[in-house]
């Protein structure tokens, strides 16, 4: 059986402007979803990668185009039910950064802020206890002001159980 969790621990990295600069690529890619009507994702990555790709790294157009996505989806499902449902906003600062753009070392994480730089980030004991675990999958590193949490997934045995109870 597969199950997934994430770590979550502090972080004191400067990542405000590049985070800033992430909820703006979303913003961004709502306004032109909405505005052109656009339902695909690969559409609208399409339309927005031009517009971003002399400053970003790729794999923050594809995780806000992902992110918008997501929120324009269901902005449309709620859209059908209530024709005065606000267009969706992000209020929250956060950065997704995807799976293959991040290396984990022993103790530290390394993440790209622009095409070729990076920004180390210090593993505490407990994460890097819990990543240095065998037959991981990592997923996704989500970064806010001062949290950082990176998914993972593994393989368990299911047990049977003997006896049940209530």
Not at 10 to 26: A, G, S, T, Y
Not at 103 to 129: A, C, E, G, M
Request: hydrophobic share 35%.
């Amino acid at each position: 059986m597969l199950v997934v969790k994430s770590v979550k621990q502090p972080h004191h990295c400067n990542l405000d402007k590049l985070i800033e600069e992430f909820r703006f690529m979303v913003h961004e890619s709502l306004r032109i979803g909405i505005e052109k009507k656009i339902t695909s994702k690969l559409r609208l990555r399409n339309e927005l990668y031009p517009r971003f790709k002399n400053g970003f790294h790729t794999s923050y157009i594809s995780m806000a185009v992902f992110k918008a996505h997501a929120l324009l989806k269901a902005y449309r499902k709620t859209l059908k039910k209530n024709p005065c449902a606000r267009k969706p906003y992000v209020w929250k600062n956060f950065l997704i950064v995807d799976s293959y753009a991040y290396k984990i070392h022993h103790d530290h994480i390394q993440i790209p802020t622009r095409p070729r730089k990076f920004v180390v980030i210090q593993l505490d004991y407990h994460t890097s206890n819990i990543l240095s675990e065998p037959n991981l999958r990592f997923g996704n590193v989500t970064l806010t002001l001062d949290t950082l949490s990176i998914s993972f997934s593994k393989e368990i045995k299911t047990r049977k159980p003997i006896d049940y109870i209530g």
